[in-house]
């Protein structure tokens, strides 16, 4: 079976994406480590929390693996729920049956 790894990113979607980004770099106080349009990274410590303009969905974290789409077939057949899934981003969100939403994402080959 195929390694499953956690990579240290989690990210949540607002409604208020300017509040939220008000609210993690001046009430929390963690930095700014990336912003696009409708997305944004704050260093925290261990974790880099992603904040995203959207439908609120709950934390995802994110999981690596070497192939997303086997992976996610194995887990659908294993009972998980695919939630979102857009090649383009990349983006794969899966539930799984006890309620853990995350994102399956591409390892970076060695080099």
């Known amino acids: 079976m195929a390694a499953i790894r956690s990579s240290r990113d989690v990210i949540i979607r607002t ?6 980004l008000r609210f993690y770099e001046t009430v929390l106080g963690f930095p700014l480590a990336m912003r696009e349009a409708t997305l944004a990274g704050f260093d925290t410590g261990a974790v880099r929390l992603y904040v995203e303009a959207g439908e ?4 995802v974290f994110d999981f690596l693996v070497a192939d997303v789409a086997a992976t996610r077939d194995r887990l659908l057949a294993a ?12 983006r794969c969100y899966l ?4 309620g853990l939403t995350f994102n399956l994402g591409r390892v970076a080959a060695p080099g």
């Open 15 to 20: 409604r208020d994406w300017p509040a939220a």
């Open 95 to 98: 539930r799984d049956p006890f």
């Open 79 to 90: 009972g998980c729920t695919l939630l979102e899934e857009d090649p383009g981003l990349p």
């Open 56 to 59: 609120p969905h709950g934390p």
